[in-house]
């Protein structure tokens, strides 16, 4: 059946001068545009980078790199003989089918763009969202990237961000650490007072020029309860918390001045 074919004629019938044009000119094509591409990328880092902040950054340059990809997709097609407004109508019926089958892809992007504009937090922040906590690694238009503190990677959709509750630890440069604990209720509250005092001062990490926050909030079970509050820098948030709890461990024990606990009796009939 196949003796007869001329292998000649039909490699001289596929390998036309018009077609090795064709996969030539797409070759340069790709070849000139790739590198164009990511050199156009690295280019829109420099131009933008200091100058806006971090998630403005990457979105612009995600938007210039996505335009970019789609000028060289739809050049390498415009070679094959695809129609620019051919490729438009079926993308105009395509988006409408794929608008109705992703609602909620299309409320994540909605919700991003409102995350973007609104600026609650930014690249680099630790944050506390439901039940996440993380450093953001990047904001984008459909979720949001963290990395929480034992190294895992958590993603969030922006729809969640936005109706939740969120929690920015870094909004502010600085945070006051609260420790709140009972006291006993023979403890002479004056010279315990002074002993806070102090015990905020020798912390290294404390804000010198900003005054702890100490109040007796009211009586518990077994004692006076006491809220003690330390200002630091809010990189030195959870130094300064473990600091703290050293010192008043070493003090209260100088001191001979004991937290009270709940005793629990229980009783046979």
């Known amino acids: 059946m196949f003796k007869n074919l001329d292998y000649t004629k039909l490699i001289e019938q596929f390998i036309t001068p018009e077609r090795i044009s064709l996969i030539i000119r797409v070759a340069l ?5 790739i590198p164009l591409i990511k050199l156009i990328r ?4 420099k131009l933008v980078v200091n100058k806006l902040s971090a998630q403005s950054e990457a979105l612009i340059v995600r938007l210039v790199y996505y335009a970019s990809s789609l000028i060289l997709i739809v050049t390498v097609l415009n070679e094959f003989g695809f129609k620019l407004s051919a490729l438009l109508g079926a993308a105009g019926v395509a988006g409408i ?24 937090f930014e690249i680099g922040d630790f944050i506390k969202v439901g039940n996440c906590e993380g450093t ?3 904001i984008d238009l459909l979720s949001i990237k963290l990395n929480t503190s034992d190294n ?9 961000m936005i109706k939740s509750e969120v929690i920015n630890y870094h909004r502010y440069p600085v945070r006051r650490v609260n420790l709140e604990f009972p006291v006993s209720f023979e403890t002479d509250l004056e010279p315990f007072l002074a002993l806070l005092r102090d015990v905020a001062d020798q912390a290294t990490l404390s804000l010198k020029d900003k005054p702890p926050f100490i109040s007796i909030t009211g009586f518990g079970d077994s004692g006076y309860s006491i809220l003690f509050g330390v200002w630091c820098n809010s990189t030195d948030f959870f130094a300064l918390r473990d600091e703290l709890i050293i010192i008043l461990k070493e003090s209260f024990t100088k001191n001979n001045i004991e937290i009270p606990f709940t005793t629990i009796s229980l009783y046979n009939d």
Request: aromatic share 6%; net charge positive; hydrophobic share 45%.
């Open 29 to 33: 094509i790709l070849i000139i545009g």
């Open 42 to 45: 690295k280019l829109t880092k």
């Open 97 to 120: 089918a794929i608008g109705f089958a992703s609602q909620t892809s299309v409320s994540n992007i909605i919700s991003g763009i409102f995350l973007i504009s609104e600026k609650p």
């Open 136 to 138: 953001i690694h990047s």
């Open 152 to 160: 895992r990677f958590i993603r969030v959709p922006n729809e969640t």
